[in-house]
C-alpha cells in the first residue's frame, strides 16, 4: 500500500492498522517511495503474532465471534462518547 506524505500524516492511525495487520505501507514524496513501514517481528521477546497465534488454536465459538462492522460500529460509538 501506498501513501503520499499529506495521506501519511492525515492517517497514521490507519497506516499502523495495516502495518499491525501484516500489510507494508510505502510512503511517497512526489510520487517517487522514500519510505516503508513494516511489522516488527518480536515484541519484548515474544513473537509480533503471538495473539494471532494463540487465536488460532482456540478459535471463538459461533456465539461470541461478531463482524468486523459491528466491532467498528462499537469502537465509533465509544469513540464519539469519550468526545
Do not use: C
Not at 495495516?18 to 512526489?30: F, H, L, M, Q, Y
Amino acid at each position: 500500500m501506498m501513501y503520499n506524505v499529506l495521506e501519511a500524516r492525515n492517517n497514521l492511525s490507519k497506516l499502523i492498522a495495516d502495518v499491525e495487520s501484516g500489510i507494508e505501507v510505502t510512503i511517497a514524496r512526489r510520487g517517487v517511495p522514500v519510505a516503508r513501514i513494516v511489522p516488527i517481528d518480536h515484541v519484548h521477546g515474544r513473537p509480533r503474532n503471538a495473539f494471532a497465534a494463540w487465536l488460532r488454536e482456540h478459535p471463538l465459538t459461533a456465539e461470541r465471534a461478531r463482524p468486523t462492522q459491528e466491532i467498528d460500529a462499537i469502537v465509533a460509538e465509544n469513540r464519539a462518547a469519550g468526545a
